[in-house]
T-cell receptor, first 112, second 115 residues
Framework: AQSVTQLDSQVPVFEEAPVELRCNYS??????LFWYVQYPNQGLQLLLK??????LVKGINGFEAEFNKSQTSFHLRKPSVHISDTAEYFC??????????FGTGTRLTVIP | DAGVIQSPRHEVTEMGQEVTLRCKPI?????LFWYRQTMMRGLELLIY????????DSGMPEDRFSAKMPNASFSTLKIQPSEPRDSAVYFC?????????????FGEGSWLTVV
């Protein structure tokens, strides 16, 4: 079975400051890892994903994430956040071609 | 590309009434998912289909919930009778099967309020 833990339910950060959103996963098989973003009153959209290869993955809007197999983590980072980054961020894990298991989400609030 | 299209976007209904949510997946996608999002329980998978066939409906909360996919371009999620605790955002999503790690694309959601 797979599971995802997002360690912080809410993360406030000042504009132009760096941010890290933490995600840990559990799985007995190889996994694929995803970060999705949900802006207010919208659906989820893909930020980035890790399938294989380089452990540092770059996504849209200046976000990146690093896969760490030994620590079973896939933390999301951005060196300088903008007001427009205020949203809910979901980490997800998949093991095959179909369903994903989502974490409970982290609400990022960027403070002017 | 039109993306996943859901209707209605917003629905307010009285307890006991039937609610039908509709979804048109991205053309060519062969997986379709229904999720429910609430503050208390987060994002939950209700059911998913592959090539119009239900594969896993273990997330469907009760017999009041049913989902169908009569063809590759249309799916419905029905709640009958509806209850206030069904109030949530219901997302439809679709994906194209690949050998690994295919992306799931979400619709904008149907915001259901049962009073």
């Amino acid at each position: 079975a797979q599971s995802v833990t997002q360690l912080d339910s809410q993360v406030p950060v000042f504009e132009e400051a760096p941010v890290e959103l933490r995600c840990n996963y559990s799985s007995s098989v190889s996994v694929y890892l995803f970060w999705y973003v949900q802006y207010p009153n919208q659906g989820l959209q893909l930020l980035l994903k890790y399938l294989s290869g380089s452990t540092l993955v770059k996504g849209i809007n200046g976000f990146e994430a690093e896969f760490n197999k030994s620590q079973t983590s896939f933390h999301l980072r951005k060196p300088s956040v903008h007001i427009s980054d205020t949203a809910e961020y979901f980490c997800a894990v998949g093991t095959g071609a179909n369903n994903l298991f989502f974490g409970t989400g982290t609400r990022l609030t960027v403070i002017p | 590309d039109a993306g996943v299209i859901q209707s209605p976007r917003h629905e307010v209904t009285e307890m006991g009434q039937e609610v039908t949510l509709r979804c048109k997946p991205i053309s060519g996608h062969d997986y379709l998912f229904w999720y429910r999002q609430t503050m208390m329980r987060g994002l939950e998978l209700l059911i998913y289909f592959n090539n119009n066939v239900p594969i896993d409906d273990s997330g469907m909360p009760e017999d009041r919930f049913s989902a169908k996919m009569p063809n590759a371009s249309f799916s419905t999620l029905k709640i009958q009778p509806s209850e206030p605790r069904d109030s949530a955002v219901y997302f439809c999503a679709s994906s194209l099967a690949g050998t690994r790690g295919n992306t799931i694309y979400f619709g904008e959601g149907s915001w259901l309020t049962v009073v």
